[in-house]
Nanobody, 122 residues
Framework: QVQLVESGGGLVQPGGSLRLSCAAS????????MGWYRQAPGKQRELVAA???????NSADSVKGRFTISRDNAKNTVYLQMNSLKPEDTAVYYC????????????????WGQGTQVTVSS
């Protein structure tokens, strides 16, 4: 069983910063892609940023220059540093893992964390 556990959400004023963390646990050999998605009320879930094992990144235009994704492959952990937060960044942020190679050798996609609330408000 693979579990993703997020932490670091909360309430912050516009212009403030938060750092999200997501740790994957279970019988994991490696994870190809770890990333963050978010879902605001009444909207579809959208990609925020993702990073592969070899450091390639992909991020939404709306967060470029403000959010930075990083990961510790040895710890199967991904981080999202969020700076210059705006009210429109308010959402539930979900951690995602794809290309998870299990110790048994097979690869699975589509693992999700439980979500962490980020609220940007004065």
């Amino acid at each position: 069983q693979v579990q993703l556990v997020e932490s670091g959400g909360g309430l912050v004023q516009p212009g403030g910063s938060l750092r999200l963390s997501c740790a994957a646990s279970g019988s994991i050999f490696s994870i190809n892609t770890m990333g963050w998605y978010r879902q605001a009320p009444g909207k579809q879930r959208e990609l925020v940023a993702a990073m592969t094992t070899d450091g390639r990144t992909n991020s939404a235009d709306s967060v470029k220059g403000r959010f930075t994704i990083s990961r510790d492959n040895a710890k199967n952990t991904v981080y999202l540093q969020m700076n210059s937060l705006k009210p429109e960044d308010t959402a539930v942020y979900y951690c995602n893992a794809d290309g998870v190679r299990r110790l048994g050798g097979y690869v699975a996609n589509g693992y999700w964390g439980q979500g962490t609330q980020v609220t940007v408000s004065s």
